[in-house]
């Protein structure tokens, strides 16, 4: 970041800062606290992904609103190389009993409404108990849209899940009265030549997080997919849901 850059947010940031201070008459003992919470945050090895809890989904929107299409999100922590599945199925062995089924299509258009054929969509999850597989490639993979742009995919639901428990995040979120919970959702990167040109989520209308998530604005109602129930022969749920995906017509129009 170039100096003058820097300085100028540094001196924003501070003059805002200052406003909170006066507004709430917080006191040096409350700063003082405050700094010993970030020194605890900043040994945690948390700073980047409290700033990512608070303010990345701010930033994702400015550059998105340069170049229309599907809204983006955040990747998260836990993106991993995953092998093609030419089927389409994500699953590598039988989910829990009770997990509910999961196709997940839809067509991939650029933002002038032309169908993108080759496009290359990466997904990833948790599972029913809102686990990633962090060893092997269970709900993950990766696939090719048609020659009109549609995909296809088999999955399962994933669930809600917590992820901060046991660092000064949650200790945070915990002070505040606030869930440690992630909203369930499928995690989905688009490839177009081999250039990345999207990385969002989509949102399971089940969850009882939607709206209170701790990623300020992550979910948006765009994000929110639709189930569409249909018989299954297994005993357990089973949907169906549609989510197209426009991305920029051209990667010029994807901010950096």
Known sequence: MERERLEAIWERTVEKLKEVVREFKITEAELHEAGDYFNRLGQSGMCRSLIDVALAMTSVDV?????????????????AKHPFRANGNLLEHEPAADAARLVLYGTVTDTTGASVADAELDFWQADSAGIYDRKGAHLRGKIKTDGSGRYQVTTIVPQDYAEHDHDPIGELFRAMGRPNIRAA?????????????????????????????????????????????????????????????????????VAS
């Open 63 to 79: 550059v998105a609103s340069k170049s229309g299409g599907t809204r983006p999100n955040l990747e998260g922590p836990y993106y």
């Open 185 to 253: 959702h499928v995690h989905i990167k688009v490839y177009v030549g081999g250039e990345l040109r999207l990385t969002t989520q989509v949102f399971m209308p089940t969850s009882e997080y939607l709206g209170r998530d701790y990623v300020e604005g992550a979910v948006s109602d765009d994000l929110i997919l639709r189930f569409e129930p249909e018989p299954s022969a297994r005993g357990s749920k089973s949907y169906r849901a549609k989510f197209d995906i426009a991305i920029a017509a051209s990667p010029e129009a």
